[in-house]
């Protein structure tokens, strides 16, 4: 499975701090066999987040993870981002994301995680802590290669 993961920060895409998140994801990505096709560190801009996620949709990712953009603060728009080019959100990966993370921490309630099919991808945008992001990631590992097959348009027997 191609994979894309894009790392969602003002300060990281600024060079401010480095970008932990990213590499995070991508050691969790090669432990499940999977090929990290593209990367990207991005400032949290609609615009950006949307050309960004279309891009690795483009080079074939049938996977692209976000990492970052999903609390409640002003400038946090990867949601909105997503919603606004989706072909259909999948309401339950935020669902158990959000279940199985408050088990760990009471903030996990304040995380807008969700997943969709955008273009012929399946986008998940995780936590921007880089923990958070490889659990929440691990949480709804089971479904991503049936979902990535659908968004993809493969015929499945199930």
């Known amino acids: 499975m191609l994979v894309g993961i894009i790392t969602i920060s003002d300060r990281a895409s600024e ?6 998140g990213g590499p995070a994801l991508r050691k969790a990505s090669e432990g499940y066999g999977w090929t990290v096709h593209a990367e990207a560190i991005v400032p949290d801009d609609l615009e950006r987040i949307q050309d960004t ?26 949601p909105e981002a997503i919603r606004g080019i989706m072909r259909v959100e999948i309401p339950g990966f935020g669902e ?9 921490t009471p903030n996990a309630i304040l995380s807008r995680s969700l997943a969709a099919v955008v273009d012929r991808s399946l986008v998940i945008a ?6 958070g992001a490889v659990e929440c990631l691990s949480f709804v590992l ?12 493969v015929p499945t027997s199930c």
Do not use: N, W
């Open 53 to 78: 996620i279309r891009s690795f949709s483009s080079q074939g990712c049938g996977l692209i993870l976000t990492t970052g953009g999903t609390g409640i603060a002003e400038r946090d728009v990867t």
């Open 126 to 131: 995780l936590p921007g802590k880089p923990q």
């Open 96 to 104: 158990v994301m959000r279940m199985k993370s408050l088990e760990l």
């Open 142 to 153: 089971g479904a991503i290669p049936h979902s990535v097959k659908l968004a993809q348009r």
């Open 15 to 20: 060079g401010v701090y480095e970008d932990l």
